[in-house]
């Protein structure tokens, strides 16, 4: 079972701001890293560390933690932020990497 | 710019041994800061991450599949490769190789993040 959970499905009406949370312990020692992943795609990478989005990552994605909880937020949703998001960490004891359970974003 | 390449049989019969191999095209595998892995997704779930390795032979586990899995590396080849043993239709799933990134932080803290990712193959477990 993952370590890292997260709610399985939000929507988001366009242009509108969404939150995407994580949970888990691991996280208030290690910093999450986001991922996108669209139907038949390979994840992507839109997040890492304490909030860097890599190039070509539009800036209405940004990360953030507080706690136990990472968060992804999309500030002004798009069609094309429907997908996949799961968050990715190291494990509580920092001996591996581990998934979260995933979440389904619907842009209305 | 780098490109992974999965390689290996589609379909394995139960119990027997998944072989994969991985091929770093557009850059080296022997690159510091960097560490090669395999992350698989059952057909309709999420992610899973399996294992990764630095160039140096130093590996990393998941604890729900180490007793199963080896990860090797092959500088000469820039590849590396996974091998997963006693597999059951539970294995089938699109296998991914990938590149983590290790950012080292200050106060001795790092963390990891995958920039490449492999397109996947597909691999079924059925007799």
């Known amino acids: 079972s993952s370590e890292l959970t997260q709610d399985p499905a939000v929507s988001v009406a366009l242009g509108q701001t969404v939150r995407i949370t994580c949970r888990g312990d691991s996280l208030r020692s290690h910093y999450a890293t986001w991922y996108q992943q669209k139907p038949g795609q390979a994840p992507v990478l839109v997040v890492h560390g304490r909030n860097t989005r890599p190039s070509g990552i539009p800036d209405r994605f940004s990360g953030s933690t507080s706690g136990n909880t990472a968060s992804l937020t999309i500030t002004g949703s798009q069609a094309e932020d429907e997908a996949d998001y799961y968050c990715?960490?190291?494990?509580?004891?920092?001996?591996?990497?581990?998934f979260g359970t995933g979440t389904k974003v619907t842009v209305l | 710019q780098l490109q992974l390449q999965e390689s290996g049989p589609r379909l394995v019969k139960p119990s027997e041994t998944l072989s994969l191999t991985c091929t770093v095209f557009?850059?080296?595998?022997?690159?510091?800061?960097?560490?090669w892995g395999w992350i698989r997704q059952p057909p309709g779930k999420g992610l899973e991450w399996l294992a990764n390795i630095y160039y140096t032979g130093s590996t990393y586990y998941s604890p729900s599949l180490k007793s199963r899995v080896t990860i090797s590396v092959d500088t000469s080849k820039n590849q590396f490769s996974l091998k997963l043993n006693s597999v059951t239709a539970a294995d089938t799933a699109l296998y991914y190789c990938?590149?983590?990134?290790?950012?080292?932080?200050?106060?001795?803290?790092?963390?990891?993040?995958?920039?490449?990712w492999g397109k996947g193959t597909t691999v079924t477990v059925s007799s």
């Open positions: 557009g850059g080296s595998i022997s690159s510091t800061s960097y560490y």
């Open positions: 990938a590149r983590h990134r290790r950012v080292v932080l200050p106060a001795a803290d790092d963390y990891y993040y995958i920039d490449v």
């Open positions: 990715n960490s190291r494990d509580s004891s920092g001996n591996y990497l581990v």
